[in-house]
């Protein structure tokens, strides 16, 4: 058994923290399986609603949610998805959120249309473009902001993006913060014989290689197929795997998913298919599961409730560092 305790509100400001609103959700661990073949579809989701992060982010939260255990998404802790979304021009002001705390874990934010300006505690700035990726290790301790560029906020357009939060294993979540800044041109693409294209962020794809530094073994994949296309994967078969259709009509296992639909794969096979019933955009995250308590809560994500206390008072006596500025 694995405790999990979720707050749903994650981006919370470090001042706002309190301990009176914790929620408590206890899942079960499904029995290992070591089975050779295609995987089923274990479970297909939907979003339940939207909610802005600060002014700048209009997301969903697939999970952390009761209907997605925490041991079956494992190593990844929390999407927030943001689809295509218009801003109109912003003459002066900036959109997004403030600073805020992080620690025990990576956060992995994808652009796919937009711009999203970054800037921490460790030193690091940058800016997350169509086709780019940001992988920060929060580690023992970050703050940072996250903010739509200015001139995208000035031009106005469209935003579409997605954050993850990747776990880290009690060993390494005392790591040093760190930042990979992962432009378009750093990820290595793979044509698909069916059409269509994988662009390979973290883990392998035939003979790619993602260009993301994981603590564990992780494998992120963006991908586009035609009508018709399909996305044969190979993977172990205790790596918990699931694809996020952002756009089109995608079938596996039988099953079909749309625009806006999750689903989750059984850890009943050592590979995976995807076929498009239609053009379709697909990220498909994969990971091999940590076994470990998690208890998260707010902005941190750590293996029990005294690191939480721990962290709130680190936070609070300035062991994250100073603000820049
Ligand atoms: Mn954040």
């Known amino acids: 058994m694995i405790p999990v305790i979720t707050l749903p509100a994650v ?27 295609l995987r089923s579809v274990e479970s297909i989701h939907r979003s339940t609603g939207f909610h802005w992060v600060g002014d700048g982010f209009h997301v969903s939260t697939y999970f952390p949610s009761a209907g997605l255990p925490a041991e079956r998404v494992s190593p990844f802790v929390l999407m927030d998805y943001g689809p295509p979304k218009e801003f109109a021009p912003l003459a002066r002001g900036k959109r997004g959120v403030g600073w805020h705390p992080h620690r025990g874990f990576e956060t992995v934010t994808l652009a796919w249309e937009g711009a999203v300006a970054h800037q921490d505690n460790a030193g690091h700035a940058g800016v997350i473009g169509p086709g780019d990726v940001q992988w920060m290790t929060a580690g023992r301790g970050i ?12 031009a106005g357009g469209r935003m579409h993006m997605m954050q993850l939060w990747v776990n880290l294993p009690s060993k390494d979540k005392a790591a040093a913060p760190a930042y990979q800044p992962i432009t378009a041109a750093d990820i290595p693409r793979v ?18 290689r993602g260009p ?41 296992g039988g099953e079909s998913a749309r625009t806006g639909e999750l689903i989750l794969f059984a ?13 379709s955009h697909v990220v498909l995250l994969a990971g091999a599961p940590l076994d470990e308590p998690i208890v998260q809560y707010g902005p941190f994500v750590m293996n029990t409730f005294d690191e939480i206390r721990q962290a709130i008072a680190d936070v609070e006596t300035g062991k994250f560092g100073p603000l820049p500025g």
């Open 11 to 37: 981006f919370r400001p470090a001042g706002a923290i309190t301990l009176t609103s914790m929620k408590t959700q206890v899942a079960t661990r499904p029995a290992p399986q070591t089975t050779a073949g």
């Open 143 to 154: 703050f940072h902001e996250e903010y739509h560029e200015d001139r995208f906020t000035r």
């Open 191 to 208: 044509a698909l014989a069916g059409g269509g294209e994988v662009r390979v962020i973290a883990g392998a794809y035939e003979d790619a």
């Open 212 to 252: 993301a530094h994981t603590f564990t073994p992780i494998t992120m994949l963006d991908v586009r197929l035609p009508a018709g296309g399909k996305l044969p994967l190979a993977l172990p078969a205790n790596h918990n795997a699931l694809a996020v259709v952002t756009k089109g009509n995608v079938g596996a």
């Open 267 to 279: 850890n009943d096979g050592d590979r995976l298919a995807l076929s498009a019933n239609e053009e």
